[in-house]
Every structure is written in structure tokens, then in C-alpha cells.
């Protein structure tokens, strides 16, 4: 079993610029999550998606945007990035579910803004 | 989705069992309580989850009290590696409500 993998691991940038980081979920998986988790904080919610289409999001701007793919990998794209986008970006799948199906993380990008 | 009160920190001594207290007293009758660590630099990993009756795995037990406000993860017998913030979460259906908070840091102590 194949589990969630996230590229790059580390990633610099300026402020302004773009960036996307990208995800392959665990097999099996439907269902895509991604989180920032500051320094020193738990992850916080940014958006899910389900069959190629956002499925919630979190207090986060329209800057950050994704993509879902018919094989269930994501994308997550941050426009002008602002010095506070600093952080540890993590992707997680599931299945598809009422509450009940547990979510399985990657190890995350590292991104820091100068 | 309700929110989560822990303990900021936590010791334990290397051997014996880690109760980790949770607080969720405003949980709802089709909420599931899920625990999950991160060690530091990776992901959060799922230990376990629960609705009402108390769970068990390899890793891990999960109590949860009868009226639902509270629960405690049980690592049976504590090891160095066992040392991470453990989260507390609630949720029913998808994940946009859920609070991970600051969890509580796990100490196991040789």
C-alpha cells in the first residue's frame, strides 16, 4: 500500500510570487485535504476535495486555490504569496464518508516566504 | 464540528502507560473523536477513532465516557519513540469545521 507522498519536501520563495506543491494520495483514496500548520501550531484546514471538485474550505483566502485529478491526486496553488504563507503545507486523503473513515497524511512541503 | 480542550504537555515514564486526556463537551450525537500524533518534521499519523463504545488497535485504546463530553487515549507502554504532540479531533461529515488546536506534547521520559 502506496501511502500519501507530497513533492517538493522544501521550497523557498519571495513574496509575490506563485507556487504549487503537489500530492499523491494513499491508494484507494478518493477524498483530498490540505492543511498549513504554522510553527508551533496544529494543522489548519484550507480546503477538501471529492470527485475533481472543492468539497469545503477553511478562513483562507481565494488566493489559495486546488485541483483534484481523475486519479485522485492534488494540487494546491498559492497566488502572491505574503510573508505569513510561511509554513508547513500537508495533504491528507480518506475515502469519501459520513465521519468514520480516518485520514492518512503526508510528510508535507517546508515553505518559506523571504 | 465541536472544539477540543487537552493538556498542553505531558511526562511519562518510559514503560509504563500514557493517559492522554480530551475534552469535547460540546460534541454532537453523530461526531467521532479521532486521535492522531505528529512526531517532529512529518505528518500527523492516525492512531485511532471512536462513536460511543471504547477502541482498541495495536497502537493504542480509546475511552470514551458514557455522556461523550470526554475521552482518553491509553498508549499501553510508553516508549522514547511514542514522544510527539498528540491531537484530539472531532468530526462528522467531511473535515472544514474540525480544530486540530495545539494537541498535547508528549514527553516520554528514560
Known amino acids: 500500500e502506496t501511502g500519501v507522498t507530497q513533492s517538493p519536501t522544501h521550497l523557498i520563495k519571495t513574496r509575490g510570487q506563485q507556487v504549487t506543491l503537489r500530492c499523491s494520495s494513499q491508494?484507494?483514496?478518493?477524498?483530498v485535504s490540505w492543511y498549513q500548520q504554522a510553527l508551533g501550531q496544529g494543522p489548519q484546514f484550507i480546503f477538501q476535495?471529492?470527485?475533481?471538485?472543492?468539497?469545503g474550505r477553511g478562513n483562507f483566502p481565494p488566493r489559495f486555490s486546488g485541483l483534484q485529478f481523475p486519479n485522485y491526486s492534488s494540487e494546491l496553488n498559492v497566488n502572491a504569496l505574503e510573508l505569513d504563507d510561511s509554513a508547513l503545507y500537508l495533504c491528507?486523503?480518506?475515502?469519501?464518508?459520513?465521519?468514520?473513515?480516518?485520514?492518512?497524511f503526508g510528510d508535507g512541503t517546508r515553505l518559506s516566504i523571504l | 464540528d465541536a472544539k477540543t480542550t487537552q493538556p498542553p504537555s505531558m511526562d511519562c515514564a518510559e514503560g509504563r502507560a500514557a493517559n492522554l486526556p480530551c475534552n469535547h463537551s460540546t460534541i454532537s450525537g453523530n461526531e467521532y473523536v479521532y486521535w492522531y500524533r505528529q512526531i517532529h518534521s512529518q505528518g500527523p499519523q492516525y492512531i485511532i477513532h471512536?462513536?460511543?463504545n471504547n477502541e482498541t488497535n495495536e497502537m493504542a485504546s480509546l475511552i470514551i465516557t458514557e455522556d461523550r463530553k470526554s475521552s482518553t487515549l491509553i498508549l499501553p507502554h510508553a516508549t522514547l519513540r511514542d514522544t510527539a504532540v498528540y491531537y484530539c479531533i472531532v468530526r462528522s461529515w467531511g473535515y472544514q469545521k474540525v480544530t486540530f488546536g495545539t494537541g498535547t506534547k508528549l514527553q516520554v521520559i528514560p
Open positions: 491528507a486523503s480518506s475515502l469519501w464518508d459520513q465521519g468514520n473513515q480516518p485520514q492518512h
Open positions: 476535495y471529492y470527485r475533481e471538485e472543492e468539497n
Open positions: 471512536g462513536l460511543k
Open positions: 491508494s484507494g483514496h478518493n477524498t
